[in-house]
């Protein structure tokens, strides 16, 4: 039963990763087959550094991830990488950022899908991610949680 569920969790979360990129006019990035680890989703708990808004990962993935091994592979052979934040950022222009790089991003409510280039994955480590953007005169920044790649 708990394989069903977690096939069925994977397959909506699959399909809300589509969609999100869809609605971006976009066919080239999205996916994930794995939940963040307890510690990580307390990382993602960490309060934001922003000074206007706060905004927290809930969750992101996939991970852990394997060094040079594409991820969530699109159509177009990049890797992809989703996170989910505690709010909707529609009209805003936020953006994932992975190990300071900013990452090409799409946005469909709190669901946020990148394009991650094969240099940020090549390597084993623990590599700094974080979502920030503005939307007028008001910006915010998670706090970092850990990109695990093997």
């Known amino acids: 039963m708990a394989t069903k569920m977690t096939y069925v969790k994977t397959a909506l979360l699959a399909l809300a990763l589509c969609s999100a990129l869809a609605l971006q006019g976009c ?55 989703w996170v989910r934040v505690d709010q909707p950022l529609d009209g805003t222009d936020a953006a994932v950022y992975l190990d300071g790089v900013k990452l090409q991003s799409y946005i469909s409510g709190n669901l946020i899908t990148a394009a991650v280039p094969a240099s940020l994955y090549a390597k084993a480590g623990q590599y700094a991610l974080h979502v920030a953007g503005s939307k007028g005169k008001q910006s915010y920044q998670s706090g970092d949680v850990q990109f695990i790649v093997q």
């Open 27 to 81: 066919s080239e990035e999205s996916d994930t087959n794995s939940q963040a680890s307890a510690p990580q989703a307390a990382a993602a708990e960490a309060t934001s550094t922003n000074v206007s808004s706060s905004l927290r990962i809930s969750g992101f993935g996939p991970t852990p991830v394997k060094a040079g091994e594409p991820f969530n592979v699109q159509p177009n052979q990049q890797a992809a990488l």
